[in-house]
RNA sequence: CAAGAACAAGUCUU
């Protein structure tokens, strides 16, 4: 059942979900038994797909028909639920595989190290990562980069080189997603310098740099606003004959509307389709976002029903860009309806939905129904953050009631929040 | 090399 298995595993790769059950039940149905490794494919492609539910079902059945899920399993599933943003119960999972006795090895710690540094929980991280050894699993080089980008993602690079160091002093070697982290790290911070040296390095210690590398340098020229130098990095990877994808043309894109050239940003649009390129909603949204921000909605709203017409589905980015739209053109009442069609759809607001509509009520001088929006916001279990605190801040302050502003103030001062 | 892990793009206040 090797082979069987393998094509099972094929399908669940390529996505084809439908078509590796299909076969399961072929397979079963003609009296060849599924073992492990047959479950944990499918469970993976389950996983990958999205449908969590699904494969924690599948997960029973395993043990329902006699199997033992192992700890790749286990890890699989980890995983998932790490990267649907379900850190207890992934924790909880973890728990069950220790109390199960099952292996630890250095994956399981991979993924546990990388939920947590996702999780915003990086010293978590930082003490997995230190008991490793104890527990006989050994860091290799994807551990490493799982902790460099960690440390980078919230901006301590001088951590994140020291554990470079630390790992080329083990004997393991820094891969192209490696300097990625790092260069993306610092691009962020805006230092150009450092990362165009680094970028210039790689190749000498035996790195290419990829599509991924490319991208990044394009976006963070583009946030600089050296658009010159992004479309030469562009030309420069076609030459090395690397492939722009979608994430490479929505930098590209982002950085023409925010530089005021929406017409070129529309026809690099253009040009990315006619290369065969599927469009997604991050680079709709942009767009979208470009053209309310020069106050043209029936640009906007066209993007949005071609969006629908491709059968791409508006996440929560694309209706806080609509809200966001609406609001500043004095459609604040639309932006709220817009907020009932998300519950509607169970997509859940954010931050930023909240901080939207509450700034559009505080610039049209109702404070009452900013807090009404405010107190629905801490229902649904969002605490405000320093943007609703400035929101409201800033919205007093326009009604004069300086007093009540000054309280405010306090208030985000106890809760930890240091004011800008 | 029959199953599991790492890097890039879009939105809110000032």
Sequence with gaps: HITHTTLISAYCRAGKLQEAFTLFEE??????????????????????????????????????????PNHVTYTTLIDALFKSGKVQEALQLHDETVRRGLAFDTVIFSVLIDGLCKGGKLAKAREMFEKMPRLNAIPNHITYTILIDGHCKTGNIEEAWKLLDEMEKRGL???????????????????????????????????????????????????????????????????????????????????????????????????????????NSVIYTSLIDGFFKQGNMTAAFKLGEEMIEKGLMFDVVTYNVFINGLCNRG??????????????KGLAPDHVTYNTLIHGYCKAGNVNEAFELLDEMMRNGLMPNIVTYNTLIAGYCGLGSMDKAEELLNEMIKRGFSPD
Excluded: W
């Excluded at 047959?38 to 199997?67: D, H, P, V, W």
């Design 173 to 279: 070697k820094a891969n192209v997603v490696t300097y990625n982290a790092l260069i993306n790290g610092l691009g962020k911070k805006g230092q150009i310098d450092e990362i165009v040296e680094i970028f210039n390095t790689m190749p000498k210690m035996g790195v290419i740099p990829s599509n991924v590398t490319y991208s990044i340098m394009i976006d963070t020229y583009c946030k600089k606003g050296n658009l010159q130098q992004a479309f030469a990095l562009y030309d420069e990877m076609l030459q090395k004959q690397l492939i722009p994808n979608v994430v490479t043309f929505s930098a590209l894109i982002n950085g023409l509307r925010k530089n005021g050239k929406m017409l070129e940003a529309k026809d690099l649009f253009q040009k990315m389709l006619e290369k065969g390129l599927f469009p």
């Design 27 to 68: 397979f079963v149905r003609s009296g060849i038994m599924p073992n492990e490794i047959t479950y944990s494919s499918l469970i993976n492609g389950l996983c990958k797909a999205g449908k969590l539910l699904e494969a924690r079902e599948l997960l029973k059945e395993m043990q329902n028909m006699g199997f033992f």
């Design 331 to 344: 459609k604040i009442n639309e932006g709220k309806e817009l907020l009932s069609e998300m519950h509607r």
